[in-house]
């Protein structure tokens, strides 16, 4: 049950008074001296804070999302909560009053945050009465906890982060570059808040702006804790500027009722760090013991940990967790949503920070003009002039986003007028009944047998429709097929009703992986949202067990002769993309890699360049779960790149290149004897294309539409895709000669992904298989072998695999008897024996003629006006040759019969026998030149 | 100057010179970049790294009367493609071997390199040797009078580049066009238009075979 769903997922449980909350800082402008490629501070940042989306607690907001806006200008998307702690110093008159309890379960809880937030390295630097939160229930909530982590300790930004009000004196005399922070400063942080919030006055006296007084005074007691042991008792503490009443209450003796709260104060405001307790350790504080003697308060009842992560298998006790306790007929759209997919359909809805913040006029944006820097420096260092655009520090101001738009858009999309979508999921199934379609013998015959992979084989779904299309890649000219799913692939993508609906669908589906699998695929072949795309591919991919574990169980740090390899590529791959480009995308990455190979170790698969490339879709879509994006990629690369990365390769991709080829002749026969003419082989151009499965020929967003059909079609598709491109490029291509195809080994921002996937299909659907068959490929058997050959089988001349380097010279590809069979009266046989050959016995209808006669014939040829040509020789003709021809004449669909003649004979296939009869035509009228017609019928 | 116009130069009077020009050298030392910088006169700091080959021209005007195209073949740099560089050096009548001025390392690669294509290669084949990323002085780990002795010894030309700052990139392809012996491939370059098997890259053979074959 629910493999991918995350502490969050399971936890989701949207308030009406949660709010998305944003704030917003630019880092420094720049930093110097950052190697060959710089990265920015704002990339180290957005790197940085991908981890804190992953962190959950009941007492702390949650990260949601981090957008990077104009001038590198960094916009935080988190959990707010409208209430504070801060109110209570505007009501000073109430503040005393507050019991002991109250504060008790507020410390209990704001400890509880900050030791789970040490636990996952990160001190918070930053806590003041305005940023700790609470909920409706009064649930202790803190906010901007990130921010000294994002920053790497404040490293990156211009600005200081925590109020030197709630710092220790460590805080602000620490030594340059040892950014050493620990949770022990926000210990002294809720020490002096709670003392504040029981006393009613400010810790320090005066206001906010006497900012040196109070370094002074902290800097004296860093000073003086040295020579004392108990700073508090002292006399000269009332000279350093801390309220009395602070004081009083500190020093006091009386009291016997808040003896352990003093106490504990007074354990926070250690001066001495080695003193001070950690967040961790002061949860056992005697002040806690007596309410807490089992360490929980009441908030923790009702939240849970992952408990079943990755498990198969059907715990029923927790089944109850995810039926709607609560079935208001009003409820709220977005009632136990996860506030990431709120904010997502915000966007979608039309929502942008930057903008939103800009409309509101919150963003002062300076002019370019002004944002020059106009400071000079003079002597010993000083600035004269306008030293800093302040418009882009960090202000604390918390804005929060309106869901009203979002709520009335998705009330509509849900409620009872909604728009209805048709989710067809024929999208494979688009059959011409005046052609062939191998996907559905493909599925009949896996069905019979009950074998085989269960993705493989299941292209299609019965069409509930029945549309009737025309048929395509005929001579080429593509006529995309129409789908019946009614918009475009964007804007179903941008469409927040449609996508509200989809993912409501997958995370079903996905919460009841792998029992779901089947069914996951079956919608995916619509579209995948692109919310929850890293999960569905991991389930399609069939990622399953405790792949946390797999991960963990490989060595990653192990020195290796392609390391230098791998950090000469990671820092190249895909850059312009946030995550990647930033340190902890380059550590990620190449984390990844280095899994793969020590994984692969056994299978003889090494790093070669391009794998970070077809590595990279993964870790993006799951860049805070490496474990997953491992998986994915483990199990994807034996479905569709096979062998690819075998340390010797060569024979598999000559042999991908030569099928290749021969499927542009199959399917475009001018376009292939072109670049054929002009010398411009797929070996010149098409290596990266299969190698890195295109991740290297386009961006990540094309990439992401491409594979999201890659991996519910059959395995054969990145061939056909292959093709596309060069059909879609057609017009250029075949105009040029060899020195014009300069611009085509670039990218290709003009290639149309959805046209592409659906030529794709239309081609792979009149393709025999035997026709692509490899001897590499996954699960391989030539279906000309029958299957459960038995041992004594003897093999014939044609069941030997072709030697490569004659597959790579022929134009055309091979076809099978039995495939040959299938395509009936589409195909002309055209025999290219001799006439005596031919009357002994031939295929029914075929045609016999001198293969070094083809311009006389050609005309004959296509006045047959049949969609497959197939050439029927013997052992060691010139079949393949005058196939070779055929397809310079640009006649479609030429395949040579494996086998020839002798295949019929010996191996003859039900619904063909040879036929001898003598009932020629001929088609010559002078008589010199022989062409001959078998009229005899099936 | 563009290439259109050398182009158009090229057909209105004088000679078109055509060459085949292969890129060598270690993994990451800026072969990409120091034809984008040519070819295109751009830099890009995040260039991706070459699967395969990437096949690119470039056409420029020795004087008023010749004009020289560059068919320019940038090869992968990891060890492992190295299977595939014949496929690319074969028919080539010149070679850039490139290594990173700020990379020892790569020096060696890059002398490996220049003794296979003269073992392997076109016996006539002009050959430079670029180290590139000069830009990056400051962490220079090869003297360029010791590149430059080798270059000298070896019969190469030599130019420290910088893709980045566009130092010495052109001077680099203009030397290598100046010094390929133009009256003798005359003859050549007249037939390669009709000869397809002279195009571009030499799959079918397996072994190195001659440049003229017209």
């Known amino acids: 049950m629910a493999t991918f769903a995350t502490d969050k997922e399971i936890n989701a449980s949207f308030q009406q008074d949660v709010h998305l909350g944003v704030n917003s800082f630019s880092a420094v402008a720049g930093i110097e001296d950052r190697d060959v490629v710089p990265a920015t501070a704002t990339t180290e940042i957005f790197g940085r804070f991908q981890a804190l989306k992953t962190l959950l607690h009941p007492n702390l907001c949650e990260y949601v999302e981090i957008v990077k806006g104009k001038h590198d200008r960094l916009f935080v998307v988190f959990e707010y909560h409208m209430n504070h702690l801060g109110e209570l110093y505007q009501s000073s008159g109430q503040v005393s009053k507050l019991g002991i309890s109250m504060l008790r379960e507020w410390a209990f809880q704001i400890l509880k945050a900050l030791a789970y937030l040490n636990q996952n390295g990160i001190t918070h630097h930053n806590l003041a009465p305005h940023n700790i939160l609470y909920d409706v229930e009064g649930r202790i909530k803190l906010a901007d906890y990130g921010l000294f982590y994002m920053t790497n300790g404040g490293v990156d930004v211009d600005f200081p982060i925590g109020y030197p009000h709630y710092l220790p004196p460590e805080a602000i005399y620490r030594q340059v570059n040892k950014p050493e922070a620990t949770g022990k400063v926000d210990v002294w942080s809720l020490g002096v808040i709670l003392a504040e919030i029981f006393t009613g006055s400010p810790f320090w006296e005066g206001n906010d702006k006497d900012i040196e007084k109070l370094f002074s005074s902290l800097w004296k007691l860093q000073e003086e804790e040295e020579h004392n042991d108990d700073i508090w008792e002292k006399f000269f503490i009332w000279e350093l500027g801390i309220n009395e009443a602070i004081l009083e209450f500190l020093q006091g003796t009386d009291d016997d009722d808040i003896v352990d709260f003093r106490k504990f104060i007074r354990a926070c405001l250690k001066v001495d760090v080695s003193n001070r307790c950690s967040p961790e350790q002061l949860l056992s504080h005697p002040f806690f013991s007596s309410s807490y003697g089992h360490g929980l308060s009441n908030n923790y009842k009702y939240w849970w940990k992952k408990p079943f992560l990755q498990s198969q298998q059907i715990d029923f006790d927790e089944e109850s967790l995810f039926e709607p306790v609560d079935d208001q007929p009003n409820k709220d759209v977005l009632h136990r949503m996860p506030l990431s997919q709120i904010y997502y359909f915000w966007k979608l809805a039309g929502g942008d920070v930057e903008t939103e913040l800009a409309k509101r006029g919150y963003l002062l944006s300076t002019p370019p003009i002004e944002r020059i820097p106009r400071t000079v420096k003079v002597q010993d260092g000083k600035e004269e002039g306008t030293t800093e655009d302040t418009a882009f520090l960090f202000s604390d101001t918390i804005y929060t986003l309106s869901l009203k738009e979002l709520r009335q858009r998705l009330e509509v999309a849900t409620g009872p007028n909604r728009e209805a979508f048709e989710w067809d999921t024929d999208y494979f199934l688009l059959i011409d009944e005046d052609d062939m379609n191998f996907l559905v013998e493909e599925m009949s015959d896996n069905d019979n047998s009950g074998s085989g992979d269960e993705v493989f084989g299941k292209y299609l779904f019965p069409d509930p429709n029945n549309h009737k299309v025309t048929s395509s890649s005929t001579n080429g000219q593509t006529t995309p097929p129409t789908n019946n799913v009614k918009l475009p692939l964007m804007n179903r993508e941008k469409d927040v009703g449609y996508q509200f609906q989809r993912v409501a669908l997958f995370s079903e589906l996905l919460r009841q992986y792998p029992a779901s699998r089947d069914e996951i695929i079956h919608h995916a072949k619509v579209d995948i949202p692109p919310f929850l795309r890293g999960k569905i591919w991991a389930a399609i991919l069939g990622v399953k067990g405790d792949y946390q574990a797999l991960y963990d169980s490989f060595k990653k740090e192990t020195e290796t002769t392609t390391d230098r390899q791998i950090d000469v590529d990671v820092p190249r791959c895909h850059q312009y993309n946030q995550l990647l480009s930033s340190p902890i995308g380059h550590e990620k990455l190449r984390r990844l890699l280095k899994c793969f190979i020590a994984a692969n170790a056994n299978n003889k698969l090494v790093y070669w360049q391009g794998l970070d490339s077809l590595c990279a879709p993964f870790l993006t879509l799951n860049f805070n779960d490496e474990a997953l994006a491992f998986s994915c990629l483990h199990t994807f690369i034996p479905k569709f790149a096979q062998d690819f990365f075998l340390s010797d390769n060569s024979p598999v991709i000559t042999e991908y290149l030569a099928v290749f080829r021969h499927l542009l002749s199959f399917h475009d026969p001018e376009l292939s004897s072109h670049l054929d003419r002009i010398g411009y082989h797929p070996e010149l151009y098409a290596i990266r294309w299969f190698l890195t499965l295109f991740t290297h020929v386009f961006p990540l967003e094309k990439t992401y539409h491409l594979w999201d059909k890659i991996l519910v079609g059959p395995p054969s598709l990145p061939l056909f895709i292959g093709i596309s491109i060069l059909r879609q490029l057609r017009e250029m291509l075949i105009k040029s000669e060899f020195n014009d195809c300069d611009t085509f080994s670039e990218s290709f921002p003009d290639v149309d992904i959805e046209k592409c996937i659906q030529s794709a299909l239309s081609m792979c659907k009149v393709t025999p298989p035997s026709v692509i068959y490899r001897v590499h490929e996954p699960f391989a058997t030539p279906d000309t072998l029958h299957n459960g050959v038995p041992d004594h089988h003897i093999q014939r001349w044609w069941e030997q695999p072709i030697p490569i380097n004659d597959k790579k010279t022929e134009l055309a590809p091979r076809i099978s008897l039995k495939d040959l069979v299938k395509l009936k009266n589409h195909v002309l046989v055209i025999d290219i024996r001799s006439e005596q050959e031919f009357s002994r016995g031939h295929f029914p209808l075929s045609v016999n003629m001198d293969p070094t006669q083809l311009e006389q014939f050609a005309h004959a040829l296509r006045l047959e006006n049949k969609k497959y040509h197939v050439v029927l020789g013997k052992r060691g003709d010139l079949g393949p040759q005058f196939a070779a021809d055929l397809v310079r004449a640009n006649f479609p669909r030429v395949a040579v019969l494996t086998g020839g003649i002798d295949v019929m004979r010996v191996d003859p296939e039900e619904g063909v026998s040879v036929c001898a009869c003598r009932n020629f035509t001929s088609g010559s009228k002078n008589g010199t030149a022989a062409y001959r017609k078998c009229r005899i019928c099936f | ?214």
């Open chain 2, 1 to 214: 100057m563009s290439t259109t116009n050398n182009r158009q130069n090229a057909h209105a009077s004088g000679k078109l010179y055509q060459f085949k020009l292969v890129l060598l050298g270690e993994s990451a030392v800026g072969k990409s970049s120091l034809v984008l910088r040519f070819v295109k006169d751009q830099f890009d700091d995040y260039r991706e790294s070459t699967i395969g080959a990437a096949f690119l021209t470039q056409t420029i005007s020795l004087d008023d009367n010749t004009t020289v195209k560059f068919e320019i073949w940038d090869t992968a740099g990891q060890e492992r493609y190295k299977s595939l560089a014949p496929m690319y050096y074969r028919n080539a009548n010149c070679a850039v071997v490139v290594y990173d001025i700020t990379q020892a390392s790569s020096l060696d690669k890059a002398k490996s390199w220049v003794k296979e294509l003269q073992r392997q290669a076109d016996p006539n084949i002009v050959i430079a040797l670029a180290g590139n990323k000069s830009d990056l002085s400051a962490r220079r780990a090869i003297d360029s009078e010791e590149a430059q002795a080798y270059a000298t010894d070896t019969g190469l030309l030599f130019f420290e580049t910088s893709a980045k700052t566009a130092v010495n990139v052109n001077e680099l392809f203009t030397s290598i066009a100046k010094k390929m012996p133009l009256e003798q491939l005359a003859a050549n370059s007249r037939g390669r238009g009709s000869s397809s098997k002279q195009r571009g890259v030499d799959l079918t053979s397996p072994t190195s075979s001659n440049n003229c074959s017209c």
